[in-house]
């Protein structure tokens, strides 16, 4: 018996890798993954580019990066004959790691393999504290790759090399997200736009046409919120639905887990509490 087929021949269930920092504390890029493609029975396969021990949103922190170890699961993955439906990209902090996800998607990616790319730097038209200019400006070549892009405005704003904006029209996102698809991608998701009493998804999809899925505004913005929307649309792509239906269900759950996270007072830093809601996931 071949003592690899289980690995390889397991066609039934859907594997995800997903290229992102590993942050002990706040929910968000790994340990939001994890969870939220097992909910949506998909087999998510984490490439940690970096272990933080809290994301960068609170005052300490310290991380170990894991640039010059990362070729090492190319090698491994395939030996190992592995095989991903999916390929998705997250919090990316060092050219090392740019380099990096642009070899691992040439590997891996076959004609069916889905590659969106969440262009993670920053929020409120600024980056993250750890984050370079050099990286922000390098993360436009994965436009080159990717097939779905959840940029919220701010790293729209900026892979666009455009000002940021929050009264944007719906012609002026129209616009930003046709420039984001122009290289390569299929559709594009600007999450997250401040509208004057909700915020508008602006989803644009070359075979669709735009749409706009609209979400209420529940207190201020809480950390790890896109990294557990960005799942949510790839898991969902992955079971069949249009990017449209896709980001209504990411919006959904976002919405009830931010509800919930008001409701048990948590902190706006710690995360998403959709252990609280994951359920809503399974079907
Ligand atoms: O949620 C985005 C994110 C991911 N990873 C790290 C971060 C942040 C946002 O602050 O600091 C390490």
Redesign the pocket.
């Known amino acids: 018996m071949n003592k690899n087929a289980s690995i390889v021949n397991h066609n039934r269930q859907k594997k995800v890798a997903v290229i992102?920092?590993f942050?002990s504390f706040g929910r968000?890029?790994l340990a939001a993954a994890l969870p939220i493609f097992s909910a949506l029975k998909v087999q998510c396969c984490p490439v940690p580019t970096?272990v933080?021990t809290n994301?960068?949103?609170f005052e300490h922190f310290s991380?170990y990066d894991c640039s010059d170890k990362l070729d090492n699961y190319i090698a491994d993955w395939k030996a190992t004959g592995l095989e991903f439906s999916a390929i998705a990209s997250?919090?990316l902090s060092s050219m090392l790691q740019l380099d990096f996800v642009e070899q691992f998607i040439k590997a891996f990616k076959k004609d069916a393999t889905l590659i969106v790319v969440d262009p993670?730097m920053g929020d409120y038209g600024r980056l993250?504290p750890?984050f370079k200019d050099d990286v922000a400006k390098g993360l436009r070549r994965l436009l080159s790759f990717a097939d779905i892009l959840t940029p919220n405005l701010t790293e729209a704003s900026i892979l666009a090399g455009r000002k940021y904006d929050e009264n944007l029209s719906d012609g002026e996102l129209l616009a930003l997200a046709e420039q984001l698809c122009e290289k390569n991608a299929r559709g594009c998701v600007i999450s997250g736009v401040p509208r004057a009493d909700h915020l508008a998804n602006f989803v644009f999809s070359k075979s669709d046409g735009p749409s706009v899925v609209t979400a209420p505004r529940i207190g201020r913005d809480r950390?790890?919120t896109?990294?557990v929307f960005s799942c949510v649309v790839t898991g969902e792509l992955l079971r069949g639905k249009n990017l449209t239906q896709a980001v209504e269900k990411a919006a959904e759950f976002v919405t009830a887990t931010i509800q919930r996270a008001v409701d048990m007072e948590i902190p706006l830093t710690d995360g998403l509490p959709f252990e609280e809601t994951l359920s809503m996931l399974w079907s």
């Open positions: 992102n920092d942050s968000c890029s970096a933080f994301h960068t949103g991380w997250g919090y993670v993250y750890t950390s790890g896109g990294d």
